[in-house]
């Protein structure tokens, strides 16, 4: 059930455009007076967007430390937070794709400071959501964290990234479709909370990446803004239910469990957008368009374009309820059976 009151934080400024990186020490400075930041990037933003960026600091009078993150492991957030603890900022910028956001994002989170998400890509929901996810022990880790105060993406240096990541990050739009589906049935079955509004959120940034996959597949700076978009409103949702539930379902256990199987064969909305065609079979819907989307966009479809084995995509099937026992879907509690697996896969075309 609803927690009562119910209390929603949301992102305060979302700012998508052109050149708008070069204006993030004027956005920041905008926003308070903050005097520390720490900057967490990867090791080749500073050379495409860092420099600009740390330069405008310097110009603002801001003090500022950078920190280099290159897995996106929770020990290497740990020992971001290590040098942060030592630097002590106000703010936090995770400058850079989902790896350095995410750790950006862990460390702001733990020294209960104001987040600024300044991604170079769009590959997943990460550069929005309250949520941060890590690498630790062979699993992923989904830890509440607050929204970001500001989302500064920049069309211009995410239209350069490489294509592939985009397509990714319209992957992980489409497993919204599941995921929704997954909440509902929680509800009914489970009495879990379900938040109507969220859930049409949600499903709205799907929609939209099914209606414009052609454009997606193009990779346009206007494709770049579709992705964007969704990946803040899916984000946003996940603010308003006050859980993942809106964003992650089934599909994302698929996701997991493969990582764990065939060790990260392939990019997150990759995988999603493959486990979303098979959960959409199971949930009786029409799994075919969800197809056709991915087909469109250039997403792989297959076992094959995924980079794994016929087995693997079985046995993370059968292995993906115990992922998260605690989040209810269409797998229900005691999972597929290797047969009923390996049916659904052959069924949507996934394994031959
Ligand atoms: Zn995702």
Not at 114 to 135: E, K, N, Q, R, Y
Not at 234 to 243: E, K, L, N, P, T
Not at 288 to 295: D, G, S
């Amino acid at each position: 059930m609803s927690k009562d009151p119910h209390v929603i934080d949301l992102p305060k400024k979302v700012i998508i455009g052109n050149k708008v990186l070069e204006r993030l020490p004027e956005i920041i400075r905008e926003m308070g007076d903050y005097r520390r930041i720490h900057v967490v990037t990867g090791p080749h933003v500073k050379r495409i967007a860092g420099e600009v960026v740390l330069e405008g600091l310097s110009r603002q009078g801001i003090d500022f430390e950078v920190s280099i993150i290159n897995s996106p492991t929770l020990q290497e957030a740990e020992a971001v937070l290590d040098e942060v603890r030592a630097f002590r900022p106000e703010l936090v910028v995770g400058l850079g794709g989902g790896k350095a956001v995410d750790a950006g994002k862990y460390v702001a989170a733990k020294m209960k400071i104001p987040f600024v998400s300044a991604p170079t890509s769009a590959s997943h929901d990460g550069i929005a959501s309250p949520f941060v996810s890590l690498l630790g022990g062979g699993r992923v880790t989904s830890e509440k964290a607050m929204p970001p105060l500001a989302i500064v993406a920049d069309v211009g240096v995410i239209s350069t990234a490489p294509k592939r990541l985009l397509r990714a990050g319209a992957g992980d739009l489409i497993g919204k479709f599941t995921a929704v589906l997954d909440w509902r049935l929680a509800h009914r079955l489970k009495g879990e909370y379900y938040g109507a509004y969220a859930a049409s959120l949600s499903l709205l940034s799907a929609k939209h990446v099914l209606a414009a996959s052609e454009v997606i597949g193009g990779g346009s700076s206007e494709a770049v803004r579709i992705v964007i978009e969704g990946l803040v409103s899916s984000s946003v949702a996940m603010c308003i239910a006050g859980s993942t539930r809106p964003a992650s379902g089934s599909e994302h256990l698929f996701s997991h469990a493969l990582d764990i199987v065939a060790h990260y064969p392939a990019l997150h909305g990759e995988e999603v957008a493959v486990g979303s065609i098979m959960m959409a079979y199971l949930h009786g819907k029409n799994w075919k368009r969800l197809r056709r989307a991915a087909e469109a966009i250039g997403l792989p479809t297959t076992a094959k374009e995924l980079g794994v084995k016929d087995t693997d995509i079985i046995e993370a099937l059968v292995m993906a309820h115990k992922i998260r026992p605690e989040r209810y879907t269409i797998l229900g509690e005691s999972g597929l059976t290797y047969e009923a697996a390996e049916r659904l896969a052959q069924k949507t075309g996934v394994i031959e």
